[in-house]
């Protein structure tokens, strides 16, 4: 019951806060969610140590779900180590979260609603990460999807919020309607859904084939590759990525909880767990590897020149994940989950320095209003810094010593090396082309906001392209900007201090021979001692050397030459518009899919529904009714040489009808 406690105290906390807002008012109802998310936290990291550590994995039966006919499943809570990782990451984020929200929505007249959304979300990851069967899972998973629509869009007086959320609800309805035929083509293949039975029986499948439009056709392949499209979608990767950035209408600390730890690793966490499955489909591995590194190498180059502090944070996310899948791709499980839990730290301390920054800016978000602003925001300055070193990994390879980000994405880059196959080669070599990449636009981003001289009040770019968050307010003058409340302060010291030692503190846990694991992932290839010596030196130092080039590129563009950025862009060249138009993946969608279905459904109301059904229903009979009605109005005119001359008509109509028929 103590797993089960700390699954369903966010969803009580929600539900309370929630029904009764209206009479506990803002600091109670904070006060309850971030108390419940503490609670939850302590217990997630006492089943870290449990389960992990110690090695005493469970399920917990809860109550029967749903009997149907032959099908029965039952309400399950599953903690091994790969869920007592997640746990830690989704409470250990939400928390801090929570906490930091205190700050940043102060001014808000609708806290309690927006924590009683927070609580709600953290409900339904944490009943993603516990489920005992892929149904489970799909419950947690829309839940996640509700949730992230009612945060993004709570802003909801704002349209660009509200299309924001509608689009991250529609384009996720799109992998998750392949998550759904991934659900029942497992239920049709093994007759259960639940983990263990179906890892178990899935050998018996492997190279078995069905028909499907005249050909044969892998069982498990199209079992994988369908899950995986459901996982695309809820990780943002190439194709169904286009709601991830555009989900930066929602509050800054939305952002830092749907990008670090939650909504969008639950793609990886799901390639993970069914990896028993993946490792019988080599042909979907070699998907996964591939859509990963493609979209590793997309985000950081569409990351180079967004001017939106948040949106080149989102666009790191998106490149991140890509690395967590291919490190699954190359069935570097271990690695993949490495990166997932190191990269929750430095990616929330990004988000909320962010956030941070943004309330200081007066919700200013555009970087080109930035800068100079190293002295206003001293604390700041330092914890971006440590996310920025945190992401970019640096270290020192020979030595082992490094932030966060070194341990966890070198370990994913040498798998890719180490593969041995032409999809793992083509990986390596988009990831370390993604790391440079990488460290070009966090050290851009950072040095236009707090190097250099302070733009704030400068009007000579386009104001067209600037982007203004939460309530539109523009950038303040120099001496106004001072560092937000404590509250917020504190979780960035905490996270600060995770992407710190978080890599080689737990490297050995995540990245060894197993025993860390005890089954909860297949671990058919890792990154560990055995392979050190087959990896050249050049390749240990690669990414470090990347780097480097990468901030020695921004930083001669932004301090060296502060003023050649504003040219080139103003040049506006074909790569510049390419990659500052996201490679045009919005217009092509919307010539392909918006424009479309909008005039299909304007045909449908205007001729279907409007002229055909109710024209000639209801709509066209009531008419004709009225038509008559009208006319028969208009022969009661009230004069009495009306009414005369039609008895004289009617006289002659009736004689003349007589002296017919007699004849």
């Not at 924001?164 to 392949?178: C, E, I, Q, S, T």
């Not at 090396?417 to 080669?425: A, D, I, P």
Request: neutral net charge.
């Amino acid at each position: 019951m103590l797993y089960a406690a700390l699954v369903f105290i966010p969803i009580i906390a929600a539900t309370f806060v929630g029904v009764f807002q209206r009479w506990l008012g803002a600091r109670p109802s904070e006060l309850i969610t971030t108390i419940g998310l503490f609670t939850s936290l302590a217990l997630s990291v006492y089943a870290f140590y449990d389960v992990a550590i110690l090695g005493h994995a469970q399920i917990a039966t809860l109550w029967q779900w749903i009997a149907s006919g032959d099908f029965t499943t039952s309400w399950q809570v599953r903690v091994d180590t790969l869920t007592a990782v997640m746990l830690v990451v989704v409470t250990g984020v939400s928390s801090l979260v929570h906490l930091y929200s205190f700050g940043y929505m102060h001014d808000d007249p609708d806290r309690p609603r927006f924590f009683s959304y927070l609580s709600l979300f953290t409900f339904a990851m944490l009943m993603l990460v516990t489920a005992n069967n892929f149904l489970q899972v799909f419950f947690g998973w829309e839940g996640v999807g509700l949730a992230s629509y009612l945060l993004i869009g709570f802003w909801y007086k704002k349209p660009s919020a509200n299309a924001a959320a509608l689009k991250a609800f529609v384009v996720n309805r799109v992998g998750d309607f392949g998550f759904m035929l991934g659900i029942f083509a497992i239920y049709w293949t093994f007759g259960t859904l639940d983990f263990d039975a179906v890892f178990q029986a899935a050998p018996d499948f492997a190279g078995k084939t069905f028909l499907f439009a005249g050909h044969q056709v892998d069982i498990l392949t199209t079992i994988c590759l369908l899950l995986f499209v459901g996982a695309m979608g809820k990780s943002a990767q190439l194709g169904l990525h286009t709601w991830l950035p555009d989900a930066m209408e929602g509050p800054t600390p939305v952002s830092a909880l749907i990008h670090a730890a939650t909504m969008v690793t639950a793609g990886v966490f799901l390639v993970c767990r069914a990896s028993p499955l993946f490792e019988l489909a080599p042909v979907a591995l070699q998907f996964v590897t591939i859509i990963g590194a493609t979209t590793a190498f997309f985000a950081a180059s569409v990351g180079l020149f967004q001017n939106d502090i948040k949106r080149v944070i989102a666009y790191s996310t998106c490149s991140q994940l890509g690395y967590m899948f291919v490190a699954a791709g190359v069935s570097a499980y271990g690695a993949a989950m490495f990166h997932l839990f190191t990269h929750a730290f430095f990616k929330a301390l990004l988000f909320l320095s962010a956030g941070a920054v943004i309330v200081a800016m007066h919700h200013e978000q555009d970087m080109r209003k930035m800068g100079g602003l190293r002295k206003q925001l001293p604390f700041t300055y330092w914890m971006m810094l440590i996310g920025n070193l945190a992401l970019t990994g640096v270290g020192l390879p020979v030595a082992g010593i490094g932030l966060a980000g070194f341990y966890s994405k070198d370990a994913i880059i040498n798998s890719a090396y180490l593969s041995g196959t032409t999809v793992g080669q083509y990986a390596f070599v988009m990831t370390l082309v993604a790391a440079a990449m990488t460290s070009f636009y966090s050290w851009r981003q950072f040095l236009m906001t707090f190097h250099g001289r302070y733009r704030g009040l400068d009007h000579h770019h386009d104001e067209a392209h600037a982007h203004h968050d939460d309530h539109g307010h523009h950038a303040p003058k120099l001496e106004e900007v001072h560092e937000p409340t404590t509250v917020m302060l504190i979780p960035l010291g905490v996270l600060a201090v995770g992407a710190v030692i978080a890599g080689f503190a737990f490297v050995h846990f995540f990245i060894g021979e197993g025993e860390f694991w005890r089954g909860a992932v297949a671990l058919a290839f890792g990154h560990n001692a055995e392979h050190e010596h087959d990896i050249p030196l050049l390749v240990e130092f690669a990414p470090l050397l990347l780097t480097a080039l990468g901030f020695g590129i921004a930083y001669y563009f932004y301090i060296v030459k502060p003023e050649l950025p504003a040219q080139l862009a103003a040049k506006k060249g074909v790569l510049y518009l390419f990659l500052y138009r996201k490679w045009y993946f919005d217009e092509i969608y919307n010539f392909l899919f918006v424009q479309p279905a909008k005039a299909i459904g304007r045909f449908l109301w205007k001729w279907g529904d409007g002229k055909t059904i109710d024209g000639l229903g209801p709509d066209g009979v009531a008419a004709r009714i009225l038509d008559a009605t009208r006319g028969a109005v208009r022969l009661q005119s009230g004069y009495v040489y009306h009414y005369a001359f039609a008895m004289l008509i009617g006289v002659v109509g009736l004689a003349t009808f007589f002296m017919w028929t007699w004849r």
